[in-house]
């Protein structure tokens, strides 16, 4: 026993499959997608042309009508989404040679460091009491201070920088742990 909401949607539907507008979408649609691809009919299919079957040829003609420009408009739609592909790869492509050159620029800038500070006078540093060793080093400039405690031992450079003022500490360990101005910032 059918509901009667199933027997209302049946009779909605036969209603409008009997449309022939209904009718020729449904034949144009089923008909379509073997011949839009080139706008022929298949070698199988042969068109059918009986005087009966008017939606079927007009179904045929519609999609061999249609199927260039379906075709057209397809490919100009998969050029322009690979032209946005593109454009997406070289503006990451460029974001990519920036983080490189930053740190090229940031590595060159490290090894300055630390080449700056002499061997003899990082094993000077290391042999001193950590409390004198702070002293000294306070009083010297960021980046000599910095090549200096990066050259030595950990033991030996946590020792001094626990020795020296917390802001001049703090200071000296943003080269030593290798952070740049941006990473700071954020």
Known sequence: MQTPSALDRRTIWSRRVRSPAVVLLAAALLGCPASAQNGRAPDGQKAKAAPDKSAEAEASRFCANVAPSIVEARIAWQTKRLNELDAEVKERLAELEKSEAS??????????????ASDDLVA????????????????????????????????AAGAILN???????????????????REKKS
């Open 163 to 181: 020795e020296m003022d917390a802001d001049r500490a703090s200071k000296l360990a943003v080269p030593l742990a290798g952070t740049t101005d």
């Open 103 to 116: 740190v090229r620029d940031w590595v060159a800038k490290r090894n300055a460091l630390l080449s700056s």
């Open 124 to 155: 000077i540093y290391a042999r001193m009491d950590p409390e004198s060793a702070a002293r000294q080093i306070s009083a010297m400039d960021d980046q000599m201070a910095a090549a200096i405690l990066a050259k030595l031992k950990p033991n």
